[in-house]
């Protein structure tokens, strides 16, 4: 099968390229998808398990790319709760083989049904945002109907989603970002909109939970915004301080069916919209993520055609 491959730790997306590599071997518990679309995050090339397994060893030639939405085409020994020909779309673990590949082997646990009435390329965008959206914002901020919630980076991939959820539980929600992302945090849902290159953060006032997904400086100054006893969330790197009698959580997202399962449902109803970029092939895969990029949107992978590969 083919696959995108990464080699050189030094060499950055130049080490991308498109090989032949073999099928996946399905373990206990596992199922192997066809993949029929793939997302991908740069920062991928610097985590530590892109390169090696969790013993330590070197595991290159390694796939990336950890989103993916397929169907079912084997079961491991042991494996329940899926079935072959079943659409699937979930989060690929971190120090195994990823999903820029035809077929890819995967926890079955890691992943969930997908309706028929939701495209592949829609799902591809969903778990890595949509799963660190809902734990970053309900798991570790607790946040409730009528609390107060800034979410930075609002209109990226993972501010996109979590400016929805918090919208929806009934949050006021104050997006930040850049001037040219005013238009789509508020059209989004957010109440409000703070320029990060130009207003003040303190003007903000005392809020319940801080969602952060930029770190450094930005992250520094939202403790002083957060209220006693409220919540700073990150992903970007371990707060250095924390708000007065309150929380500051650094968290790595984590599978789970269950959530995927309630994104995925909000997705149908249409009470949630994740930002599709470009689609491009896995042929073209490399020049996707070496070239310029728009920021409009995650770009995804289209693996396989689902229309073809049901004819087949």
Known sequence: ????????????????????????????????????????????????????????????????????SGVVVELGYGTTGLTVGQRVFGLADWARDGSLAEYTAVEARNLAPLAADIDHVVAAAL?????????????????????????????????SIAVQLAREVGAWVIGTGRPHDR???????????????????????????????????????????????????????????????GRAVFFVVEPDRSQLEALATRVREGRLRPRVGSVRPLAEAVDAFTGPRSGAGKTIIRVADEQEWGRR
């Open 183 to 245: 238009d789509v945090a508020l059209d989004l849902g957010a109440h409000a909109f703070v320029d990060l290159g130009a207003d003040d953060l303190s003007s903000i006032g005392d809020v319940d939970v801080v969602f952060d997904v930029i770190g450094g400086d930005i992250l520094e100054r939202s403790v002083d915004v957060v209220r006693p006893g409220g919540t700073v969330v990150t992903i970007a790197a371990p707060p250095k301080a924390r708000p007065r009698g």
């Open 1 to 68: 099968m083919q696959a995108i491959t990464v080699r050189d730790r030094d060499a950055g997306f130049g080490g991308l390229a498109l090989t032949d590599v073999p099928y996946p071997h399905a373990a206990e518990n596992d199922v192997v998808v066809r993949v029929h679309a793939a997302g991908f995050t740069p920062g991928e090339l610097e985590w530590p398990a892109t390169w090696t397994d969790r013993a330590g060893r070197d595991r290159t030639p390694s796939i990336p790319g950890h989103e993916l």
């Open 127 to 159: 778990p890595i945002s949509g799963l660190t959206a809902w734990q970053g914002l309900f798991v570790h901020g607790g946040l409730r109907t009528g609390q107060t919630a800034v979410v930075h980076g609002a209109a990226g991939g993972v501010g």
